[in-house]
């Protein structure tokens, strides 16, 4: 079983923790206690999440340390502790000696990124984490949290290996830019971080001095978020990438205790991101324009979905907001789900195969929600087959 079946179980069901539980904002809390206190019960037995918890993190054990000093790039600023990445959807220019500026091939990714191991790493750093944390959290191996605080040392604490916290240079384009806003979508996979962070408190090899840093790097990222150029250009766009904005915004937020700014901005999100974004019908109209549109389409949704989680925790109730024409979160799930289940053929354009299990999450989440039982048939129909999406196997939720 993936962890990533394990991921999905710990982020729905949203209800209200005691203070033994984990201080986590995508995952839940509550089923986490719930886990570990099985798992402390019967420490001869295993649930399927507490094995599925243990095999992840025995492979992510040997993973890392990773660092953005380990790029071959030097950023414009000189600095190599500065993040940089490369636009994935622009290619060398046909039309100049020098194939400069680079020009856009919207859904094609430029194998020419891979040059710069910034995001790579980067993404790998917070999965890894995750999954020992997760690991250490349910099993109390203090090798998983050992290997996981060492990782979180090398990205954000070590003075030789650390990142300073900003995205300047993240997605550049050749003979155009140094780096762009849009570049923050990047960092999404930091709210991963956050919850390690949370599951690691009371181990022997988490200490007061490494939750320290790590609030200081953050409420230092928070704050270039939120005043840099790149930040607000990110904050005002109109698609995913907004929506992953307040994503992290809002998240970060809750870490460093900021609950006033998580709140201001889950609000505003309603209007913001919901309203403008999500037609009467349901339809995205600025993922529907993507070449790669059903996935962009279930990508916002996954945003949109995850906002209305951490929404939950600062009184905000994004899942039932809904404009005097229509326009919710719910409608577009159920606009895409008939192209999902294969009930409708897909109109618009997709250069890849479309994966209709990316929409399991959003839909075992509705399920919870709303109290629909065709969204958990949904579901359980679109696991079959693909391995990311299964949690049949895990025997529902709490």
Not at 143 to 170: G, I, Q
Not at 232 to 237: G, H, P, V
Not at 332 to 338: G, I
């Amino acid at each position: 079983m993936q962890l990533s079946f394990i991921l999905l179980l710990l982020s729905i069901s949203q209800t209200a923790a005691d203070a033994k539980s984990p201080r986590v904002f995508l995952l839940n809390a509550r089923v986490l206690q719930h886990e570990r206190q099985l798992a402390q019960a019967h420490p001869d037995k295993q649930s399927d999440v507490g094995q599925a918890a243990r095999a992840e993190a025995d492979k992510a054990i040997s993973a890392g340390p990773f660092s953005v000093m380990q790029k071959n790039a030097v950023p414009p600023s000189g600095d190599k502790h500065d993040y940089m990445s490369l636009a994935p959807y622009f290619w060398p220019n046909p039309n100049t000696p020098d194939h400069l500026p680079y020009v856009h091939r919207d859904g094609e990714r430029n194998p020419e990124i891979n040059q710069i191991v910034d995001h790579e790493t980067m993404s790998k750093m917070c999965s890894a984490a995750r999954a020992l944390a997760l690991g250490y959290y349910l099993t109390a191996n203090e090798d998983y949290a050992a290997r996981a605080a060492l990782l979180l040392r090398a990205w954000f604490l070590d003075s030789k290996t650390k990142m300073n916290p900003n995205l300047e240079f993240a997605q550049a384009i050749r003979g155009v830019n140094t780096g762009r806003g849009i570049g923050i979508i990047e960092s999404r996979g930091l709210t991963e971080v956050v919850d390690a962070i949370g599951l690691l408190e009371g181990s022997k090899n988490w200490t007061a001095e490494d939750e320290a840093g790590l609030r200081k790097w953050f409420t230092s990222f928070l704050d270039w978020l939120q005043t840099s150029k790149h930040g607000q250009d990110e904050s005002n766009a109109k698609n995913n990438h907004g929506s992953f904005y307040d994503d992290q915004v809002v998240d970060f937020a809750l870490f460093v205790g900021r609950r006033d700014l998580a709140h201001d901005i889950a609000s505003r999100a309603a209007q913001k991101r919901i309203a403008t974004q999500i037609e009467p019908d349901g339809k995205q109209p600025l993922e529907l324009a993507r070449t790669k549109s059903f996935g962009y389409s279930a990508f916002n949704l996954r945003a949109l979905t995850e906002l209305a989680r951490l929404g939950d925790q600062v009184g905000v109730d994004l899942w039932h907001f809904q404009t005097a024409d229509g326009r919710s979160i719910r409608k577009a799930l159920d606009y895409l789900l008939p192209y999902a289940m294969g009930e409708k053929q897909w109109p618009y354009k997709q250069i890849e195969e479309m994966r209709p299990d990316e929409l399991a999450g959003p839909l075992l989440e509705a399920a919870e929600v709303y109290k629909d039982p065709k969204y958990e048939a949904a579901a359980r129909k679109l696991s079959v087959g693909h391995r990311n999406v299964s949690l049949v196997s895990l025997g529902g939720w709490q």
